[in-house]
């Protein structure tokens, strides 16, 4: 069975300051890992993926994350965030079982 | 290439009634899954189908039900809707025969209001 936590509900960061969500997950197989993010009145829309190979995976709109298997983490980082960020985030995992998604992390960005 | 489109994207019943909602996956995609978005249980799986046939099936009772067409295309239903049930729906299209391997593209959803 796999299982996703998000510390951390909401988070707020100034303009221009690191973004960090975190994510661990708990899975009985080697895991896809996922990063989503939705706005307001809309689907989701995949930020990044891993799925094999390379530990350090980035993505869309400058963000990036790190599988660490030793502490079964998969954080969400943005070096400098932008107004455009203010979001939720959603880290998923995907082994035997369908997409289990955690509970998200509501980003705000303080001008 | 057009998205995923759900329809209606809003919908308003009361308790006792049913509810039919359709997305249609983007062109070539097989695989579509439904999830139920609600504030106190987060995103949560309902269905997955693939070429007509439900591959997976989430901890959901049996008034919420499902199918896809020969063109892909999805509809769920629920019956006898509870208050509970208010929420909203989304579903995802992927192109392969395992969509972990494959990206799922979100609908935008459909909102749920049952009174």
């Known amino acids: 069975a796999q299982s996703v936590t998000q510390l951390g509900s909401h988070v707020s960061v100034s303009e221009g300051a690191l973004v960090l969500l975190r994510c661990n997950y708990s899975?009985?197989?080697?895991?896809?890992l996922f990063w989503y993010v939705q706005y307001p009145n809309q689907g989701l829309q995949l930020l990044l993926k891993?799925?094999?190979?390379?530990?350090l995976v980035k993505g869309i709109n400058g963000f990036e994350a790190e599988f660490k298997k030793s502490e079964t983490s998969f954080h969400l980082t943005k070096p400098s965030a932008h107004m455009s960020d203010a979001a939720e985030y959603f880290c998923?995992?995907?082994?035997?079982?369908?997409?289990?998604f955690g509970k998200g992390t509501r980003l705000s960005v303080i001008a | 290439k057009a998205g995923v489109t759900q329809t209606p994207r809003y919908l308003i019943k009361t308790r006792g009634q049913q509810v039919t909602l359709s997305c249609s996956p983007i062109?070539?995609?097989?695989?579509v899954s439904w999830y139920q978005q609600t504030p106190g249980q987060g995103l949560q799986f309902l269905f997955e189908?693939?070429?007509?046939?439900?591959?997976n099936k989430g901890n959901f009772p049996g008034r919420f039900s499902g199918r896809q067409f020969s063109n892909s295309r999805s509809e769920m239903n629920v019956s006898t809707l509870e208050l509970g049930d208010s929420a909203l729906y989304l579903c995802?299209?992927?192109?392969?025969?395992?969509?972990?391997?494959?990206?799922?593209?979100f609908g935008p959803g459909t909102r749920l209001t049952v009174l």
């Open positions: 998923a995992v995907r082994g035997n079982t369908p997409l289990v």
């Open positions: 062109s070539g995609h097989r695989s």
């Open positions: 899975s009985s197989v080697p895991p896809y």
């Open positions: 995802a299209s992927s192109l392969g025969t395992d969509s972990s391997y494959n990206e799922q593209f």
């Open positions: 891993y799925t094999t190979g390379a530990t």
């Open positions: 189908y693939f070429s007509e046939t439900q591959r």
